[in-house]
């Protein structure tokens, strides 16, 4: 971002070089950066797990409310509250409402470790529902509904199907199959063990091989060590929902005695002799 701005400051005329690199409407340096962006996520998603999260109604249903009809409405009631007499700034709040980002949410959600796989299911699905929505829904926001409401006489979004299809393609759908080919062949060459487990450090030993420090070494002791926290960022598939372990019978009038074993928690013990 700070080279980006720097460039922007510092060489006249950037801006307009760049806005001229396109291929049918298409712009090469923005395709470019989103593919950089978007690779790397989407090379680690479990392409074979795609199915639980389309089997799952409720999100995908609450993905496109929240989508397509809180967020239009929410944009445009912004619109014309903070901005009423700034007709071309109010009309590009409406739209940036109405067009769904790609590569940031599943930046996003990599960076929280969340679920990849479904994270990829929603965008694709709301890229797709886009391609669809984005004409209509513009016109209702941007021409329909201010006349119904007396705010002025509307305007118009002359925006081809076909345009907004091609940048759906060529944002999303060239990413995705960069990281599905490469997540199909590598785990055929290395399987999925090797491709999911980190790069290793120097010296050649991994992130689980690398000895312990100085400080966390632990005494010799009966009783086991606490395992310690995973040292490695996000799990290979992205944080998953836990569930309450089931309760066994007299597990809470028990505790740990040496060696791991189990005694009763109580009054009457067992005295050892001498």
């Not at 599943?106 to 679920?115: F, R, S």
């Not at 886009?130 to 002359?158: S, T």
């Amino acid at each position: 971002m700070a080279l980006g701005l720097g460039l922007g400051r510092l060489v006249p005329g950037m801006d307009g070089a760049l806005a001229r690199i396109e291929v049918g409407g298409v712009s090469l340096p923005i395709a470019l950066g989103l593919l950089v962006m978007m690779y790397p996520v989407l090379a680690k998603v479990r392409y074979d797990r795609l199915g639980t999260v389309t089997g799952d109604r409720r999100l995908m249903a609450s993905s496109l409310v929240v989508n397509w009809i809180a967020g239009p409405a929410v944009m445009f009631a912004l619109a014309w509250i903070f901005l009423p007499d700034l007709p071309e700034y109010r009309t590009g709040l409406i739209v940036v409402g109405l067009a769904r980002c790609i590569a940031m949410v599943i930046i996003w959600n990599d960076l929280a470790c969340g679920d990849r796989e479904a994270a990829a299911v929603l965008v694709a699905l709301n890229s797709v529902f886009q391609v669809v929505a984005f004409g209509l829904l513009g016109w209702f926001y941007l021409d329909l509904l201010p006349r119904w409401l007396g705010l002025g006489d509307g305007q118009g979004l002359d925006v081809p199907v076909a345009h907004i299809a091609l940048n759906v393609v060529v944002f999303l759908g060239v990413p995705l199959l960069a990281g599905f080919l490469t997540r199909r062949i590598g785990e055929r060459r290395l399987g999925r063990r090797a491709y999911e487990t980190a790069p290793p450090g120097p010296g050649g030993a991994g992130p689980a091989d690398r000895p312990e420090p100085a400080l966390l070494r632990q005494r010799p002791s009966a009783r086991p060590p606490r395992a310690l926290p995973p040292r490695t960022g996000c799990p290979p598939g992205g944080h998953e929902v836990l569930r309450p372990r089931p309760h066994l019978p007299g597990h809470d009038r028990l505790r740990a005695g040496p060696l791991g074993r189990r005694r009763p928690r109580g009054r009457h013990r067992v005295r050892r002799p001498g």
